[in-house]
């Protein structure tokens, strides 16, 4: 079975580790998985429930499941990109 895991270092004035894992798309729902992991490494303010945290997992499974985080992932990432307005500015 596919399986394929990629997991990269960003540093800024923390450290994050993102991992991705999945198995591509599946022609059934059964089987497919999504599996992100965030860690800090160092100094990352990473919080899950208003709880400071080291790492979070979340696993979506299913093949709809894998193409509405792809659309939610897509849609966050153009918020942050094109939305740069400073709190300052309000």
Known sequence: MYKRKVTEIFCYDAVLQTTVEHN???KYSDGCFV?????????TNLYLNNKEVEKIEI???????RELL???LKMVINELENNTKTFEED
């Open 59 to 65: 696993t979506f499974k299913g093949q709809y499941e």
């Open 24 to 26: 591509g798309n599946c």
């Open 35 to 43: 599996n992100l992991i965030f860690e800090d490494l160092c100094g």
């Open 70 to 72: 792809i659309k939610s």
